[in-house]
């Protein structure tokens, strides 16, 4: 089973021929830079001409065209047609029946979610939208630090084009309401209606986006706060073929999702406490008026018997419409006299304001009345939701928003975003997940003597927590709910440990090395940590073309196969230097040197100086790595076009040894140890050593020695070389030992052949 990329139906059209399933021959696929994603309904007539444009755009940029189709007409035809001539990397989605979901909208959604590039290009099909215009919009990309490029019809020198004085008005009129409704977010977008942009596809959250019609970029800006972006002016261009999909249908869908974006932003809690305390504030003032105006009552003494009234009014409305199902910790009569108690504590507080405002300042009492309100709505809301009625102790809900599929060997499902398993993410809800991470309460170590449960807890419920149980067929996780703003440290100490021993109950082992492929045939190179490795790997694939497997961990399989695990790499500014052309922007260039040296090797040196005192090692980890997180990016953001390879086999190993010179061939023993040895280097950090034994000795399994017997097997015959330097120039070495594999009759005598496990080897 493929995880790493969303699989085609029967109609998908790539410029290769397809590989097997599975096993040796699989082909790597050269990842394209952009991804160009366009909708189509009915263009069986503009697809050529399309395609043909696109050719001439950017020839040395390695590109993909994603057509995503609801056509009832040739146009799927068509597409294949084209595929299997262009020049071009074209797939095809056709979407039939029911599968036409969210209209236009949802068909750029399901052409993102295909996308392999790291940029993706969304544009019409009726060639309305200019090809030649894509290579400004990624050059404006490439220059800057924008995530989001907007070809926009309003800026500069852009034009709406022959459209219709009624087409017109109806553009600028959907455009200023937009920006109405939504100022903050649409700020220095001037055309949020515009079907053209450019996009980095890791900055959007698929999952939060909900189209439906036309306007999908309106929903990417509102629905991804902080998403920078910039613009390009364009003509919006004629029409060669086929008529226009706008109506009044989709103007008035439009309308409904514009609404309806603007009223989810008041759908949660809190926005539904915040429209009972608005409602609130009106009984409040209105009792306040009567009593204080009408009545003659001292504007204090109003304001206290107004609170009564109005806590009332919002008790009632919070009680059956904001936490409406919560059951809570308290009875519904104890927590009435908890908000009445709550509300006139806030009096307390407010009155002394209350009496400045007016008597001090002269402001009339129904305004001072309000500010006071005004100011505490955030204090009252966190003691509503938090606290009063929240939920009773209880084992967290396992809802999963992220779900992971690594080989079909293992599944993960997660209520927090894992970074690192990105590249295995698949849509959809896991029924039978082999791993469940939940977010919540973490109780006390000593609270709980299970065996097959294991708990880690700083500084009480405030620090770093987790408990993983294993239930046999199943590992149960959950993590304090704070660390999921730290989300690289939630998965390297906690959920990785939990991986390398579930995958070894599998039969294979998670071992620590980088891994290229070449021609089939797998070379593994592993080192200790902060070494050179992830710079020797860049290097031989900026400078080879050699296929990436992964940088820092690989599954391995007891007949040699080696399997994809393409996690994020860990650079510094060093590592960015030794490649070409890496994609990184302005604003990752600048923040680069303060990451990579917070996160150095003198940075987990003094890390792992903490984790020997008693201090709370791993909530200090936690807390720094989400406040700086450290420097990964996949690989494809560092050699834009590199080629992946799912798989490939292990035919040998090279060792590498900072110091000396010189290539020895290694004792295979020697070389099983200092490879076992690396892998407990990579972990080792708190909360590891207190939970290694249960991860990997529970139920008397003896997963250590299951783990060594996999990799020895892995490595049986594999001929082993020790490669020393005093430079570092192992990426230059390891090119040669490659080419040398692939032709044999070069190698000199005594010299080691064939896939190489590249390891680090402390000078002796």
């Given amino acids: ?457 700083e500084w009480g419920r405030l620090g770093f927590g987790c408990e993983i149980e294993d239930h046999g067929d199943r590992v149960d996780i959950v993590a304090a709910r704070w660390l999921a703003l730290s989300p690289h440290v939630l998965y390297t100490n906690i959920v990785e440990p939990t991986l390398r021993w579930t995958f070894v109950k599998r039969g294979y082992a998670l071992v620590h090395g980088a891994c290229i492929a070449a021609d089939g045939d797998a070379y593994l190179i592993t080192a200790r940590t902060d070494t050179g490795k992830t710079t020797t790997i860049l290097k031989t694939l900026d400078r080879h073309p050699h296929a990436f497997l992964s940088d820092d961990l690989t599954l391995v399989s007891p007949d040699g196969r080696v399997l994809t695990y393409p996690k994020p790499l860990t650079i510094s500014s060093h590592t960015v230097a030794s490649v070409r052309t890496p994609l990184l922007s302005r604003r990752e260039r600048l923040t680069l040197p303060l990451q990579s040296r917070l996160h150095s090797r003198n940075g987990r040196r003094f890390a792992m100086l903490i984790a020997r005192t008693h201090l709370p090692a791993a909530t200090i980890n936690a807390l720094v790595q989400g406040l700086i997180p450290p420097p990964k990016y996949h690989v494809d953001r560092l050699i834009p076009g590199v080629a992946l390879a799912p798989e490939a086999d292990l035919s040998g190993m090279v060792i590498i040894q900072r110091g000396g010179l010189g290539d020895v061939t290694a004792d295979p023993d020697e070389a099983l140890e200092i490879l076992l040895e690396n892998c407990e280097d990579a972990y080792g950090f708190p909360p590891y050593p207190a939970i290694e034994r249960f991860l990997h000795s529970r139920d008397g399994l003896g997963l250590r020695e299951k783990e060594r017997d996999i990799i020895r097997r892995a490595m049986h015959g594999r001929a082993t070389t020790i490669m020393r330097s005093e430079t570092m120039d192992w990426h230059a070495r390891l090119a040669q030992l490659i080419e040398r594999a692939a032709r044999p009759e070069r190698a000199m005598p005594g010299e080691a052949v064939g896939a190489l496990l590249v390891a680090e080897v402390p000078a002796r």
Wanted: proline share 6%; net charge positive.
């Fill in 1 to 457: 089973m493929e995880s790493m990329t969303p699989r085609l139906p029967d109609t998908a059209y790539e410029d290769a021929p397809a590989a097997p399933a599975a096993g040796v021959g699989r082909l790597p696929a050269r990842v394209p830079l952009l991804s160009v994603v366009v909708p189509t309904r009915n263009e069986e007539r503009n697809v050529v001409l399309l395609v043909a444009a696109l050719e001439r755009v950017m020839p040395q940029v390695t590109m993909e065209v994603i057509f995503v189709d609801d056509s009832d007409d040739a146009t799927p035809d068509t597409v294949a047609a084209v595929a299997r001539v262009s020049t071009r990397t074209v797939r095809l989605l056709h979407r039939t029946g029911p599968e036409r979901t969210g209209g236009l909208g949802g068909a750029v959604v399901e052409g993102i979610r295909l996308a392999r590039g790291p940029w993706v290009c969304v544009m019409d099909g009726d060639l309305q939208h200019p090809p030649e215009v894509v290579e400004r919009m990624l050059e404006r990309a490439q220059a800057g630090d924008a995530q989001i490029v907007v070809a926009s019809r309003f800026c500069d020198d852009g034009q709406i084009g022959s459209f219709a004085r009624g087409r017109r008005l109806l553009s600028s009129a959907s455009s200023a309401a937009a920006h109405v409704l939504f100022p903050r977010r649409l700020r220095h977008v001037t055309d949020p209606m515009s079907g053209f942009f450019l996009v980095r596809r890791d900055a959007l959250d698929l999952s939060r986006l909900k189209p439906q019609g036309f306007k999908i970029l309106l929903e990417i800006l509102v629905q991804t706060p902080g998403l920078r972006r910039a613009e390009v002016p364009f003509v919006f261009g004629e029409r060669h073929h086929g008529e226009s999909k706008a109506g009044v249908r989709e103007g008035l869908r439009y309308l409904r999702r514009l609404w309806g974006l603007r009223c989810s932003r008041v759908a949660g809690p809190m926005g539904r406490f915040g429209l009972v305390g608005a409602s609130g504030l009106a009984v409040n003032t209105l009792a306040l008026a009567l009593l204080a105006g009408g009545a003659g009552v001292h504007y204090l003494l109003a304001a206290a018997l107004a609170t009564q009234a109005s806590t009332a009014w919002n008790y009632a409305l919070t009680e059956g419409w904001v936490f409406r199902g919560r059951a809570g910790r308290h009875r519904p009569l104890h927590r009435a006299a908890i908000f009445f108690a709550i509300n006139n504590a806030a009096l307390a507080a407010r009155v002394p304001v209350l009496y400045v405002l007016t008597t001090g300042l002269g402001i009339n009492y129904l305004a001072s009345n309000l500010m006071t309100l005004v100011l505490l709505f955030a204090v009252r809301f966190a003691l509503a939701d938090r606290w009063l009625w929240a939920g009773q102790e209880h084992e967290p809900t396992m809802t999963g928003r992220f779900n992971y599929d690594i080989h079909g060997l293992v599944t993960v499902r997660s209520d927090a975003r894992l970074p690192e398993l990105e590249r295995f993410r698949i849509d959809g809800l896991l029924d039978h997940p082999t791993v469940r991470l939940a977010l919540g309460a973490v109780g006390a170590p000593a609270a709980d003597r299970r065996p097959s449960r294991i708990r880690y807890r």
